[in-house]
């Protein structure tokens, strides 16, 4: 069989913890978690143990007394973006905008998407209480800033159309009222917040997910990446390093880690991407107060190219930004230059401040815009959802309970809104994704301006 394919330089698979301020705050769990050793059966293998494959996990296992294990590349469960990102659970995830939608699924699928956006995040945070998760919830909301004066009215446009349109309470600040409940920069022309959404501790948060899925029955394998797929009559056969798991059904669940040519049925469906974090030192209320920051929730701004940030419950400042187009540890180190400089010229009294931690990861972005749930039209034991589009806090563990509801036979694939269903299409030359990046990237740069 062909070795398996990846798109960056092998650095950003490696299985080792990335250098985060999450791996560095969130405890050292005893859980019996180990990799897969020897050759094993269960009725339902997940590859990925992310948020997606752990909540498939968990809800197979308990609500449906499911015998599941979970197969995770890394060296630990949530070691990809689950346990990278910047720990905001919000909305949408997707990069259409709602007139696209509306015009490609009609109103009625676009308000069906919608809708289960705000479930998602409901459904984060009851995952969090019921499974008393210590996942460091702030925030009552996600504020979008106006990264410059002409952005403040399509910010005005998009509040008004969420509230009308499905529901969804926002409020539009000018630039002076956010400067008194927000931050203060020299991208910040007002503001819009959604009062849906909130900020976490991703790692904290699936680390939690795990040991609710370890306690319900579920078996979690990490460093266990599988590296040959083969079927055997009804059974797949998933090999690993040192063992091979022989499961009647599949849950794919890797998102922007999908190796290619693991299945030719997910080969070509994903563009992954790299983002970029950087964390300062904790800053002291007079540091805070010269960017008038009082914000606990998270936020982004209106750049294509986007900028997330947000305070941390011990005062550092989280910064991210998208990556480089190689992956290699010299283009990683002049990504970490850059956003430093970014960060303080858009913060400038923070110049002075250190920086901490830096750490990058893949997100996912796919042709069709939106993420991709269902199960294979030719092969209904293989089930799958990706393609979150920097927006997983919110869905992916939404699509997991939604999978495992398909897996265990209660909702098909047809129930889903219409924005989410199926695969998404191909790229064509696919060798040239990141060419197709590269030009996106520029584009959205010309136009942020």
């Known amino acids: ?62 609500d449906h007394g499911i015998e599941v294990r979970v197969l995770e590349a890394g060296g630990h469960v949530g070691w990809g973006a689950s346990g990278r990102n910047g720990g905001f659970c919000c909305l949408p995830a997707t990069k259409m905008s709602i007139a696209a939608m509306t015009r490609r699924y009609g109103a009625e699928e676009t308000k069906r998407f919608f809708a289960s956006q705000v479930e998602g995040v409901a459904y984060t945070r009851a995952l969090i209480e019921d499974n008393d998760i210590d996942a460091e919830i702030c925030g009552d909301g996600v504020f979008e800033v106006a990264h410059r004066r002409q952005a403040f009215g399509e910010l005005q446009e998009y509040g008004a159309a969420l509230t009308r349109l ?24 007002g503001a819009l917040k959604v009062h849906a959404g909130f900020a976490l501790h991703p790692l904290k948060f699936a680390h939690g997910m795990a040991r609710a899925a370890s306690a319900a029955g579920a078996v979690l394998h990490p460093s266990s990446p599988v590296t040959r797929w083969l079927k055997d009559g009804s059974h797949h056969l998933l090999h690993s390093e040192r063992g091979m798991l022989r499961a009647k059904r599949v849950v794919v669940a890797t998102n922007g880690y999908l190796r290619e040519r693991l299945h030719r049925a997910f080969d070509a469906r994903i563009l992954p991407a790299l983002s970029n974090i950087i964390v300062t030192r904790p800053l002291n209320a007079a540091e805070l107060a010269a960017q008038s920051w009082t914000t606990d929730c998270p936020l982004t701004n209106t750049r294509r190219l986007l900028f997330y940030y947000r305070k941390l419950p011990d005062a550092r400042i989280l910064f991210g930004a998208r990556g480089d187009l190689s992956g290699t540890p010299a283009d990683g180190a ?37 993420p991709s749930l269902g199960r294979l039209a030719d092969d209904p ?69």
């Open 166 to 189: 499905f529901g969804i309470e926002t409020s539009l600040y000018s630039k002076d009222e956010f400067r008194d409940i927000g931050h203060d920069s020299t991208e910040q022309f």
């Open 1 to 62: 069989m062909p070795a398996l394919r990846t798109l960056y330089d092998s650095s950003v698979y490696d299985p080792a913890p990335v250098p985060s301020h999450w791996e560095a705050t969130v405890p050292v769990d005893a859980a019996d978690w180990r990799p897969l050793e020897a050759d094993e059966s269960c009725d339902v293998a997940v590859i990925g143990g992310g948020y997606t494959g752990l909540s498939a996990a968990l809800h197979l296992a308990r």
């Open 334 to 370: 002049r990504m970490r230059d850059w956003m430093v400089r970014r960060f303080t010229e858009v913060f400038p009294a923070w110049r002075e401040i250190p920086i901490d931690y830096f750490w990058r990861g893949l997100i996912c972005f796919s042709r069709r815009l939106a």
């Open 381 to 449: 034991t293989v089930h799958y959802g990706f393609g979150y589009h920097a927006n997983g806090v919110n869905t992916a563990p939404w699509a997991g309970g939604k999978i495992a509801e398909m897996v265990a036979g209660r909702t098909e694939p047809d129930d889903l809104p219409a924005v989410l269903r199926g695969l998404p299409a191909r790229f064509p030359l696919p060798t040239l994704r990141r060419t197709y990046l590269a030009i996106a990237y520029r584009w959205y740069g010309l136009r942020d301006g």
